[in-house]
């Protein structure tokens, strides 16, 4: 079974932290996935990677970067948090196939800005 | 810009009712798309991919299929239970936004409640 294992299930910052969100796979995927979720807004994607060291903006970047140092993790970062960064963030893998291969999700991570 | 939309919002049926789930998508040009379950504050599960090329998949008591040139994909659910309650989201890779590995693009999803 394909695995995404996200650091936290819960998190409280303060405004102005500097937060990591930390997703781990371990099916060997190429292809890496941030996206938040808001009720009435659905899933919106943040950032996603391709391979190590390479990053893609999604639709919501602003206030966000990532990290991909290595192939299986892929982190998430509030560079100053804000409380409109209050939502739930999920991590997603997939491989890489012609036209793009099944997503594959995280738990997710509840992250309160206070 | 690709649009999913998903109707009804929320359903509620008797165990052991038949039921389908709609998505519609306004860009045919799709590489695949893919159906997830959701409970409650937790992650999304994959239930189906489909393929462009393809026409339907089936897995279990679950089967989707695809009406690419319509926009549509329906989920059905044969002989509901009432572990079957979650939230139904379909999403789509368009070939026209976000790269052929990227971005899936989501509906709000359909909640289903199946009552005993």
């Known amino acids: 079974d394909v695995k995404v294992t996200q650091s936290s299930r819960y998190l409280v910052k303060r405004t102005g932290e500097k937060v990591f969100l930390e997703c781990v796979q371990d099916m060997d995927h190429e292809n890496m996935f941030w996206y938040r979720q808001d009720p009435g807004l659905g899933l919106r994607l943040i950032y996603f990677?391709?391979?190590?060291?390479?990053?893609e903006k999604g639709d919501i970047p602003e206030g966000y970067s990532v990290s991909r140092e290595k192939k299986e993790r892929f982190s998430l970062i509030l560079e100053s948090a804000s409380t409109n960064q209050t939502s739930m963030y999920l991590c997603?893998?997939?491989?890489?196939?012609?036209?793009?291969?099944?997503?594959?999700f995280g738990p997710g991570t509840r992250l309160t800005v206070l | 810009k690709q649009e999913v939309t998903q109707i009804p919002a929320a359903l509620s049926v008797p165990e052991g009712e038949n039921l389908v789930l709609n998505c519609s998508f306004t860009?045919?040009?799709?590489?695949?798309l893919q159906w997830f379950r959701q409970d409650p504050g937790k992650g999304l599960t994959s239930l189906l991919l489909?393929?462009?090329?393809?026409r339907e998949q089936t897995s279990g008591r679950l089967n989707a299929s695809l009406d690419k040139s319509s926009g549509r994909s329906t989920l059905y659910i044969a002989a509901s239970q009432p572990g079957d309650s979650a939230t139904y989201l379909c999403?789509?890779?368009?070939?026209?936004?976000?790269?052929?590995?990227?971005?899936?693009?989501f509906g709000k999803g359909t909640k289903l409640s199946v009552k005993p």
């Open positions: 489909i393929q462009s090329s393809q």
């Open positions: 860009d045919s040009a799709i590489y695949n």
């Open positions: 999403a789509v890779r368009s070939m026209n936004y976000g790269g052929s590995q990227g971005n899936l693009i």
């Open positions: 997603a893998s997939s491989y890489w196939a012609a036209g793009g291969g099944e997503q594959f």
């Open positions: 990677s391709y391979d190590v060291k390479m990053k």
